[in-house]
């Protein structure tokens, strides 16, 4: 596998270790391993910007890490976006949970999350999707680069819809454990304290009126068990 990563100028870095729990990934052309729920082409040809519907499917249905496809622990059920997911009230989410050790990797390596500039300038889409699939893109994320990544643990998530109708995860707040990302650096690990207090700031600015059901889980007072325990017996 290329042992190189991109960093934000567009120059390469040594790439940190493979968790354990990729290596069984395909890889792409470059050596780079291909995300549990990338879509890929008739050929197999991945899109790291698309998603494979039927495989975020399976991760909300089966308890199962976004990127390595592996069973998720009840502990180690992690989302990844922009302070805005994280902290505003109404934040939501596209990307399935993912483990951490996966996560930590991927925010210091993936373009999107390391260089998302370098990745839209660079990447033009290239991807026909394979006949009779559905594959659902990021249509809805924020177009604004976020200035970090929020790394956040959750114990508990419901699905919702987005104003453009899309299915979107609705974590249980306030955070369990949070880390914040830039640049593929971790810059700062946050106490329970200091993110109530951002979870507040957001909730004062927030202008419109918040859903019931988004402020219980705003809360806490969301569903403590996942969707998936049950059918993992757990």
Known sequence: MNDMSIDPAGATREMPPLPGAMAHLDRDRRGYPIPFVVARGD?????????????????????????????LADDDVWLVGGPKAAYDPR???????????????????CPFLVARRYLMKNAPSRFTPPAGMYFVAHASADPVVPEMFVMARTDGIALDLSPDGQIVMLPNRPWLEVEHWRAGRLIEVRRRAQTLKELRAWKAACTDEIPIHVRKRNRGEGPKAFPWSDSRGS
Not at 46 to 71: K, Q, T
Not at 91 to 109: E, M, N, S, T
Request: charged share 25%; glycine share 10%.
């Open 91 to 109: 934040g939501a989410y596209l990307d399935p949970p993912a483990r951490k050790d996966c996560l930590v990797w991927a925010l210091q390596v």
């Open 43 to 71: 050929d197999g040809t991945p899109d790291f910007r698309i998603n494979d519907f039927a495989r975020v499917d399976r991760c909300l249905g089966e308890g199962l890490c976004a990127i390595s496809g592996l069973p």
